[in-house]
Every structure is written in C-alpha cells, then in structure tokens.
C-alpha cells in the first residue's frame, strides 16, 4: 500500500514541523482535487481563478490579474485568450486608460462560473473533510491574513 502524506511525514519528520512545506502540499493537493472537479467545466484551477475574477463587481484589466494570481503577464494572456476562445470572457477597452484592457465575463461565463463555483466548493469540502467549520473558518481566516499582510 503506497504512503499517505501523514505516513511519510512520519517516516521524513523533518519537515513535518515546516509550514512551507506543508503548504505548497497542500496547495498541490487543492489543486489537483480541484482540477479533477472543474474538467467537467472545461476549466482548471488557473483558468477558473480568471473567470471568477472577470465576475467580480469591479472591472479587472490583464495587469490586475497577474498582479492578484502571481502570474506572469504572458500566462494572463494565453488563460484569457483561451476562455475568450470559449466565449466565457471578452476584452473590452477600458474607459479609465484606453492603453488598457478590461476582462469581463459574457452571459455564458457567467452560467459556468456558477457551475464550476459549486464544484470548486466541493472539492474544498472534499480537502477540508478532516476538519470542522470552525476550524476551517480559521484556516481561512489566517491565510487571508498571511496573504494580505504587507511583507514591506
């Protein structure tokens, strides 16, 4: 029977105290739950994170998604030249810079957000499942705090 993660941290307890560590496994492990739920939406985790954002409230241009995704801007425009291949997303020209241009969602990508929405809650569920809602709560709580902490 193959190691789990719990067995081989075990086996490796070096870095069972290391909070990167842990981290990036479980952002791997998100991930890849993640990517299996969202296939029957014809998105993945990179793609779904730019059509959300392209059905926010406010209007997002290219530079603020890579800004807010960590992405390269080249890798901005390969995502958003696939999901507007799809028709889930188009560029506009925006009204404050003309030099720039604002991603927004269409009536389809908006109907697959909320698809694919729900499957990215399932898949959190099925992650989580180890721990409680009050536990979950603060584990999103403290990343959200990590990630929003100005680092100077």
């Not at 492990?29 to 998105?43: D, F, K, M, Y």
């Not at 954002?53 to 603020?64: C, F, H, I, K």
């Not at 925006?94 to 927004?104: F, G, H, N, P, Q």
């Amino acid at each position: 029977m193959p190691d789990t993660l719990g067995s081989a941290l075990v086996r490796f307890s070096v870095l069972a105290d290391d909070i990167n560590f842990l981290a990036v496994k479980v952002a791997a492990e998100g991930t890849r739950i993640a990517n299996r739920r969202l296939a029957e939406h014809g998105l993945r985790v990179r793609s779904y994170a730019v059509l959300a954002l392209a059905n926010g409230e406010r209007p997002v241009t290219q530079r603020d998604l890579s800004e807010v995704l960590s992405l390269d801007p080249s890798q901005i425009v390969a995502l958003v030249d696939d999901l507007e291949r799809d028709g889930l997303v188009r560029r506009e020209v925006d009204a404050s810079d003309r030099r720039s241009r604002v991603v927004r969602s269409t009536d389809d990508g908006r109907t697959r957000f909320v698809a694919a929405r729900a499957a990215i809650a399932a898949a959190e569920a099925a992650q989580l499942a180890a721990l409680d809602t009050t536990e979950r709560d603060t584990l999103r709580s403290l990343l959200a705090r990590i990630v929003t902490h100005d680092q100077g």
